[in-house]
């Protein structure tokens, strides 16, 4: 889309969104606030030199919620004919009726709506059509193909390309909106010996295609990173030290973040209850949220109730700073909103000294782990047991890799337990993280 | 009970085209405009759907939301090719702009007949009735509070409930050139229950719930929603008394219905088509070979009354199977839809599923389960000296290719001399899917099917699923706690 179309869109979404407050505003609701996205994208997927899918998405849709006194109600539809807007705030309007009074519902406070909306380069178009994107997901899959003739099968390589744009307006007179892409090319193969067979994957993904890594770098990366899988092994049941590989360690960071977000902590199902100002890291981590780096996944210049986000620090000195908060749960628990409806925005965990390969050389003899299965974390009690893959190591060199085991322990006790943090920093994710070497968890085994 | 006759397709077409002044004529034409290409098979796959759910926290209901969506996907397949575009409008325009994007997956071509209209009489596992008309938005409310009270009082400790209340109906419509013309209108409900308890400093918590392809008396007829608070409750109590899992690999008996996800994970995805098409399921040509004991049969139904896993037609309009995936232990079959079934020369056994008129379908499971065997299960936990005996669980995931798979446990006991002694906290489980059920040495003849909570997710897309098995003895597995 060019930069006009973009606007028109744009300006398209601000207009039904004025329309769906007006109509909330006719119905008798005291606030209203709506939320409007249109996306379209391409998707391709090759699988042995061949296509496989081209998948044409096209998607929109339309949210509002309405608040009388302190009742509210919401309703969301993808049509935006006049009638099917009307239908909706009627469907909001009504489940206004039946709720309850909630002193702590509302909009956010007025005073804390983004004034300015900084630009955060956040739109790269790319006009690919399906004959580029078949060609570049040929590209990649061949260079993992071509590899290692271990590589026996494929998944297939996928490109998939999305623009988008949103708008959020509500009653105090905010409206905002911006437009976004996404790029990213994908491959995941299979090697087999006489063990049978192992897979793998990489993926690159960006707001601007030109920063994708290469079809032959994904490719070579997806081959590589499945060969070595060939041969696992399971460990004996024992309790080593884990290095958590950069790509998976993101997530350790994912369930603090969610014990310290506000619903967990009002409904008082967090580990981390009550441990704001608290240490619970060594007083080496430190934890920011940056939400306007440009050109970045993760970044937004508001939250989804208007709130303008900021740059703060989640963990100084191992000590955590602050909660994760949207307007409703900061009421509910008397502090402020963080700018945080619908989520962070770009979590940076600052990095150490230690690449992977020092942090292997660190940990001496114990595990890398480089895949997690499952879905084992009890947020409420900070409990970890999880299915893993990665790579036995000794002396600060991979031995040989490993599959079939669980590690366990408690969050809280990881958390304290962390030896160092890596500074091999996977700025894929929302979460970017490098590699974190934990003390000592338990490895079930034969 | 507000049931209504049974479901015409002249009804549900009426209702999904009628609006934009569709008829079967012009839908015609739009398939033999995609066939125009070198297309095997083109189908055009209409949806309506309407969703609310309330949520209770804090005692009272401070949440509703209501949703709505209608769209109408159009999918070109040549050879192992599929093309696919979606539009949200049901209108002629848009759905020609669809089918012109998917047939651009092959080239133009010497143009293939639609096959004569063939209506599919579908079962009637349920009826086209509607969830959200048939409680009154106070009495929805009310049930929600009455959870909530029920679970306070039966127990001081219980610090946090959480109640929501879900419904909705799915109204389906697709025109293949196979001739295949289908409809089905699905109701769905759900009701879950997590409570939260606290006891000397230590929390925990405990989660219920059910649901089915019915309206929301469900939860009211035998007193049901009452009866997932009662187990919420009991769970999380359990847990405030539990002790570290063990670490390593010891017998585990599974108890019956739930635990069922075993299934799912361990052999389920194993042996849906597509990836036994590919190759790249561990179970791959693998038909008639044992890859379990000879205790175990495990077929994947999807006509079971009103489960929340059933379907009276798949999503390509092919009515729903009883297949058995594996027989006495032998490996018999694998799930398909039509692509893979049409690729591996076999018939579709109406596993084509897909999230919504969004997304491209494929083979998926509906409800898996074990039949029942020779032990009681009292005798099967008396066979155990040192164990694990895990009867509730939350999620699993698998790789497909190595088989590798893992589901957590929620509720689990040890077994000491035969006897069921104390609680342990929740832990992974993991294995290996063609070798897991080789090492079942016993079969309860206490086959039971979870309460309707379960989804599936595959590639992106949802959907949901039930599980099912008798109490299990596993001679072998692994279990991912603290303890060493």
Redesign the interface.
Known sequence: MSRRDIAKAQAGLESVAEQVLQLAKERGATAAEVALSEESGLSVNV?LG???????????GIGVTVYFGQR????????FSRA?LN??VR??C???T?????PY?GLADADRMATEIPDLDLNYPWDVT?EMAIELATACEDAARSYDEQIS?S?GASLSSHEGTRVYANSHGFIGGYSTTRHSMSCSV?AEDKN????DYWYSVARDRSDLESAFEIGNKSAARTLQ?LG?R?LE???VPVLFAADVAGSLISHMISAIRGGNLY???SFL?DKLGEQIFPDFVHIHEKPHMKKVLGSAPYDSEGVATYARDLVRDGVLQGYVLDSYAARKLKMESTANSGGVHNVLIEAGELDQQGLLREMGNGLLVTEL????V?T??G?Y???A?GFWVENGVIAYPV????????LSDMFMQLQAVGNDIDYRGNIKCGSLLVDAM????? | MTETAGLSIDSVQQQLLAPSGLGINELERVLASIMQHNVDYADLYFQASRFESWTLEDGIVTDGVHSVERGVGARAVSGEKSGFAYSDEIALPALQEAATAARAIARQGQEKQIKAWTRTAGHRLYLPTDPLSSLGDRAKIELLEMVDREARKLDPRVKQVIASLAGGDDTILLLASDGTHAADVRPLVRLNVTVIVEQDGRREQGNSGGGCRRDYHYFIDEARALGYTREAVRQALVNLEAQDAPAGTMQVVLGSGWPGVLLHEAIGHGLEGDFNRKGTSAFSGRVGERVASDLCTVVDDGTLAQRRGSLNIDDEGVPTENTVLIEKGVLKGYMQDKLNARLMGVASTGNGRRESYAHLPMPRMTNTYMLPGPHAPEEIIASVKNGLYAVNFGGGQVDITSGKFVFSASEAYMIENGKVTFPVKGATLIGSGPDVLQRVTMVGDDLALDAGVGTCGKEGQSVPVGVGQPTLLIDGLTVGGTNV
């Open positions: 699988r061949e296509v496989e899918t081209i998948e044409f998405n096209k998607d929109k509210k109600g919401t309703a969301s539809t993808a049509d099917a239908d909706a469907a909001a009504s489940i206004a039946f709720t309850a009074d909630d519902t399906p099968n998944e299979i049978g067979m192992q897979r899988r696992g399971r049941t024992s309790k409904r008082k199902s209850l299965l499952g879905m084992g009890n409420v009690t409990d047991s999880r299915g893959a599959d079939e085991i669980t590690i366990a322990s408690n338990t490895i079930a085994g034969t």
